[in-house]
């Protein structure tokens, strides 16, 4: 069980940044995939950065050269940089962990979300 909590949203003119972060249970050493999704009202959730181990980072199109994830270890805490904000950045933002101990035991861990509110 991994246990996850977001802070850092909050409201934000157009143009400003915030940065997200994400408090896990245990080392990240431990977690295969980091990531942060966003929903939106009446959209579909979306993924918007994610860290695999080993191999990278991924970003959804539309934050790309944007938003950055990155990670302390020491603290075992994700992070979102989130610059450049639009009002379609507005959703609530889930961090999400994703562990694998074996090749068909995989675990899947949620945090319960953080408003980031973009005004124009």
């Known amino acids: 069980q991994v246990q996850l909590v977001e802070s850092g949203g909050g409201l934000v003119q157009a143009g400003g940044s915030l940065r997200l972060s994400c408090a896990m249970s245990?080392?990240?050493?431990?977690?295969?995939?980091m990531g942060w999704y966003r929903q939106a009202p009446g959209k579909q959730r979306e993924l918007v950065a994610s860290?695999?181990?080993?191999?990278?980072?991924n970003y959804a199109d539309s934050v790309k050269g944007r938003f950055t994830i990155s990670t302390d270890n020491a603290k075992n805490t994700v992070y979102l940089q989130m610059n450049t904000l639009k009002p379609e950045d507005t959703a609530v933002y889930y961090c999400?962990?994703?562990?694998?101990?074996?090749?068909?035991?995989?675990?899947?861990?949620w945090g319960q979300g953080t408003q980031v509110t973009v005004s124009s």
């Open positions: 999400n962990a994703v562990t694998a101990k074996s090749w068909n035991l995989k675990y899947d861990f």
């Open positions: 245990k080392s990240l050493s431990s977690i295969n995939v």
């Open positions: 860290i695999t181990s080993g191999i990278g980072e």
